[in-house]
């Protein structure tokens, strides 16, 4: 399996649009990776610190509790802070690019400027440069 692949790979994915989860779910299958979703902040962090993914994919507005408190709740959690974590939002602002980034967050994406398939490569991206950095 090469570094870059998905294959085998645990995605956990926070966000509580089921479309756009299920959209971009049906093009990350077919790497062969497993999704488990989670619509709810808290349901996200119970399966993060359960499930110990290998990427989370993180909305920031969400009901309850929003992306920026899951993210630092996430990386203040010795059980999931090491976990990468994709922030995805429709605020594509430089203020919450540059907050995302200041919690921990290893990248960032807009989603209505992202399809499935340069979300896959995001990830393949963003697990690979999280593996460089633990080497």
Known sequence: M???SLEGKVILWIEDDTSLR??????????????LHAEYGA???????AQKPDLIMLDIQMPG???FEILSRLKADAQTKDIP????????????VKK???LGALDFLAKSTETPGSI?????????KSNA???
């Open 133 to 135: 950095q633990t080497q």
């Open 85 to 96: 974590v994709i922030m995805l939002s429709n605020l594509d602002d430089p203020e919450s």
């Open 2 to 4: 090469q570094t870059n």
């Open 65 to 67: 509790m929003d992306g």
């Open 100 to 102: 995302a980034i200041q």
């Open 120 to 128: 896959v490569e995001k990830m393949r991206a963003t697990l690979a």
């Open 43 to 49: 349901d996200g962090l119970r399966s993060a610190a």
């Open 22 to 35: 299920d959209l971009v779910a049906t093009r990350v299958v077919q790497e062969q990776c497993i999704i």
